[in-house]
Nanobody, 115 residues
């Protein structure tokens, strides 16, 4: 079982930076792949960035070059560093841990980018 708790949401101005964090419980997190997803208002949930247990990453085209995903398996944490934020980045952001040992989601954290 994995419990995921996101933090770091809030209100920022366009062009600013923000870091989201995901804290995980249990021992499965370090084995599973993980990722950040977002649910923009009026749109469907989408993948933002993913990271394997070994640290290989992938990004949505819309965030490449602006966002960086990272994880610390020793601390059971995952971060999303977001730079050059745009109003269209406004969404509820979710942390996900998934693999052969299950599929787990956090409850999400909202942040808003104002223009």
């Amino acid at each position: 079982q994995v419990q995921l708790v996101e933090s770091g949401g809030g209100l920022v101005q366009a062009g600013e930076s923000l870091r989201l964090s995901c804290a995980a419980s249990g021992t499965i997190f370090k084995i599973n792949a993980a990722g950040w997803y977002r649910h923009p208002p009026g749109k469907q949930r989408e993948l933002v960035a993913g990271i394997t247990s070994g640290g290989a990453t992938n990004y949505a085209d819309s965030v490449k070059g602006r966002f960086t995903i990272s994880r610390d398996n020793a601390k059971n944490t995952m971060n999303l560093q977001m730079n050059s934020l745009k109003p269209e980045d406004t969404a509820v952001y979710y942390c996900r841990s998934y693999g052969m040992y299950g599929d787990y989601w956090g409850k999400g954290t909202l942040f808003t980018v104002s223009s």
